[in-house]
């Protein structure tokens, strides 16, 4: 068994309301930063686990992912990184 | 001026607290998954920003990191991408 460092990167799907995104935008808007449009504030968790391969701790952060750290209605994620720890 | 697509990551200091990382690994053993170690939950941001280069939208982005978006006692920030939206 290997421990392998995951890194996920979970955001509100594209289309629905992102209130908070709205609310970071609007403050840097007040902040002088005029620029900046859509803003979007999703999650990104960094998790250790221990796995035979990469490729079983991928399906194994998968399987997380479904049963508890995205909500499949609103949220899309993306495992970003599987690198040894 | 370009359209510029910044993703960012915002994650808590390493030795410092992090309840919702606790919270989210002791809910993933309950389902069973016994091989989760350490858990860290920090905020991915995705935002459109104009800028005349990659490296200005980049300042910018630092700039607001710093004023506004990260906690700098708490948290550490790593612009992960700069590309034209």
């Given amino acids: 068994m290997t421990r392998f460092r995951v890194a996920i990167h979970i955001v509100p799907r594209r289309g629905i309301l992102d ?8 403050a840097l808007h007040t902040l002088g930063f005029a620029s900046v449009g859509d803003v979007r504030v999703g999650r990104h968790l960094v998790l250790d686990t221990d796995a035979e391969s990469a490729e079983a701790a991928r ?5 997380m992912c479904e049963q508890l750290l995205a909500n499949p209605v609103t949220e899309d994620f993306h495992i970003a990184t599987v690198e040894p720890a």
């Fill in 19 to 26: 209130p908070q995104g709205k609310a970071v935008a609007d």
């Fill in 59 to 63: 399906d194994a952060v998968r399987r």
